[in-house]
Every structure is written in structure tokens, then in C-alpha cells.
């Protein structure tokens, strides 16, 4: 609990500059802020309750495990993946759900130290405006899980058209293909890729006395045990 309460302090007080940012670029409109803001409120009201929660239990323990610490970026994040390009010069993500939605709703994927502050802004101003739960919700229902499957559409096939049944390796399957999207021909080392992230979010979730099959009730877990500190 300590450490808790001192990772929400280091948090907020990491965040504040990006905070500072997000409010001047809403008052004075910098890079069309408030226009691409309402564009991402626009797609949150309209996917309102359209996801189970198992689906967005799992997407925030995968993606974006401090989520409910912080508002809208993630400073931890962001200098655990500087120090990976700076030690093993790899490059690792670092973006909240938030960020992602941001990037979905808005098809900018540039890489540029701009698209990156202007995505930061609005995300920020999103998540003072919407709850976690329907931003995740939101992103679920436009995301890329690869060919042929984007958006609720494509969860609902893959899923039999039943989401609020679906089992939990459907589920962890699915949100590991936000990282690794199905190619056009599936291969066996994309196969092998999401087969190891889905044994990563089960180790890490440790849902281990949950049943093999069937839907899940993450209510009964603890909110998936906070997560168990599950890395992006």
C-alpha cells in the first residue's frame, strides 16, 4: 500500500508539465486541440457500454497498467522506454489507452517530437472529460486486431457474435493482437508471437485458479489483481 501511494505521488508530480501543456493548448487552441478533442469525445459517446468489462480489464492490465494513477500519459513510462533506446537502443512503448484512442480516432502515426505533445494535449484533456472505462471501451471499438478484424465488428466475429460470453483465451487473444495485428496470411512466427503474450498475461495476471474456458468475471479477482504490475 506504501509503495503504492508513493508511486501515485511520484506519478502526479512527473505528470504535472504534461498537465501544464494540455491546459494551454486548450486555451489557446495550440494544433486545433479543442476540434481533435471533441472528435475523440464524438467516438467515446457513441461506443457507450458496447465492451464487456473482461475485455477492458485485460486491456488495462496489458497496455496500460498505472491507468488509474495517472491522467492521460504515463512520465514512468515514458523514462523506462527512454532508458531502453538509450541502453539496448530498442524502442518500447510507452503510450497510455488514452494516447492510443487519440492516435486511432485521429490516423496520425507520424513520428515526430510534435504529433507526439499534441497527442499527449489531447489525451490529457479526453481523460478529464471521460472516465477510464468508457476511453477503453472506446478504443476496443475502433482498434486494429489485424486483416479483416477492426473495431467491435471484428471482435464480434472473431468473438461468435457473443462477446459478453466469450472465454478467456478468446479474450487475452485478442487484445494481445492490438501488439502483434493478424497478418494478411497468418504465420507461425505471428502464431508463436500472440501464443507467448498470451502466456505472458496469464503468468502475469495470475488468473491461474480461474477455469480454462468460459466468461470471466473479473469482479471476482480483485479487478485482476491490480494487474500485478504487468508492463506495456
Given amino acids: 500500500m506504501a509503495t503504492q501511494s508513493v508511486l501515485t505521488i511520484v506519478t502526479g508530480t512527473l505528470q504535472f508539465p504534461f498537465i501544464a501543456v494540455s491546459r494551454i493548448a486548450e486555451r489557446f487552441n495550440l494544433w486545433n486541440v479543442r476540434t481533435e478533442v471533441d472528435r475523440c469525445l464524438r467516438v467515446i459517446d457513441s461506443f457507450d457500454r458496447a465492451i464487456p468489462s473482461a475485455f477492458t480489464a485485460v486491456l488495462v492490465a496489458a497496455e496500460d497498467h498505472r491507468s488509474e494513477i495517472h491522467a492521460g500519459v504515463d512520465p514512468i513510462a515514458m523514462i523506462r522506454a527512454l ?19 487519440v492516435r486511432t480516432v485521429l490516423g496520425c502515426y507520424e513520428r515526430s517530437i510534435q504529433r507526439k505533445l499534441r497527442e499527449q494535449a489531447i489525451a490529457i484533456a479526453v481523460s478529464r472529460q471521460r472516465n477510464k472505462r468508457q476511453i477503453a471501451i472506446a478504443y476496443l471499438s475502433i482498434a486494429f486486431y489485424g486483416s479483416g478484424c477492426t473495431g467491435i465488428a471484428g471482435l464480434n466475429r472473431r468473438c461468435g457474435g457473443d462477446l459478453q460470453n466469450a472465454d478467456r483465451h478468446t479474450i487475452l487473444e485478442m487484445i494481445a493482437r492490438l501488439k502483434y495485428p493478424e497478418p494478411v496470411i497468418p504465420t507461425s512466427l ?15 495476471m495470475s488468473i491461474d485458479n480461474m477455469p480454462p474456458s468460459g466468461p470471466i468475471d473479473w469482479r471476482t479477482v480483485g479487478r485482476v489483481r491490480a494487474a500485478t504490475r504487468l508492463g506495456n
Wanted: hydrophobic share 35%; net charge positive; charged share 35%.
Fill in 190 to 204: 505471428w502464431r508463436q508471437k500472440i501464443n507467448q503474450r498470451v502466456r505472458y498475461f496469464e503468468e502475469r
Fill in 83 to 101: 532508458f531502453v533506446r538509450i541502453r539496448w537502443n530498442r524502442i518500447e512503448g510507452a503510450s497510455t489507452i488514452e494516447q492510443q484512442l
